[in-house]
């Protein structure tokens, strides 16, 4: 499925979010146009607060050349959680305790958790989709779709 043909509730991962705000990166536009999906009807959309946090690390890390200073990190994750359109959702431990029984579940260890996690937090809020470039890291979930919005389009 393209993202083009998405309805419904849809979340969008860390990655695109990152993308979203680095203007140098190749998949910058096309991350902004995720995002403007929330202006099209028949789509809700949906970022966990995990996301946000995940993006700092990300942002001021040596992956980001140059590194974001943690000024323009905040800056970056605080306008995005304010976007109109766009809800975040909490975790809760009752989503922490879910994501522990998928990780038992799926023999998953480490920071495959944290997918776990957002995977718990789609299945309680009913969210069968997700926008990613880590597709691997929710494929063969039962009801949960993901999809990468940068496949077929010009990347790094």
Do not use: W
């Not at 959680?81 to 260890?109: K, N, Y």
Request: proline content about 6%; charged content about 25%.
């Amino acid at each position: 499925m393209r993202v083009e043909a998405v309805t419904g509730r849809v979340l969008v991962d860390t990655n695109v979010l990152i993308y979203a705000t680095l203007a140098a990166d190749l998949r910058h536009k096309r991350a902004l146009d995720v995002l403007s999906l929330r202006h099209r009807r028949g789509v809700e959309l949906f970022v966990s607060a995990q996301n946000l946090a995940e993006m700092y690390p990300n942002l001021t890390g040596p992956r980001n050349q140059p590194p974001d200073s943690p000024a323009l990190a905040r800056e970056k994750i605080r306008s995005l959680s304010r976007l109109r359109g766009l809800t975040v959702l909490p975790i809760t431990l009752e989503v922490v305790d879910t994501a522990l029984d998928l990780c038992v579940e799926g023999a998953v260890t480490r920071q495959g958790y944290f997918d776990r996690q957002i995977i718990a937090l789609m299945k309680r809020e009913g969210i069968p989709t997700i926008l990613t470039e880590n597709v691997k890291d929710f494929s063969g979930v039962a009801g949960i779709t993901p999809i990468n919005p940068f496949d077929g389009h010009r990347r790094p």
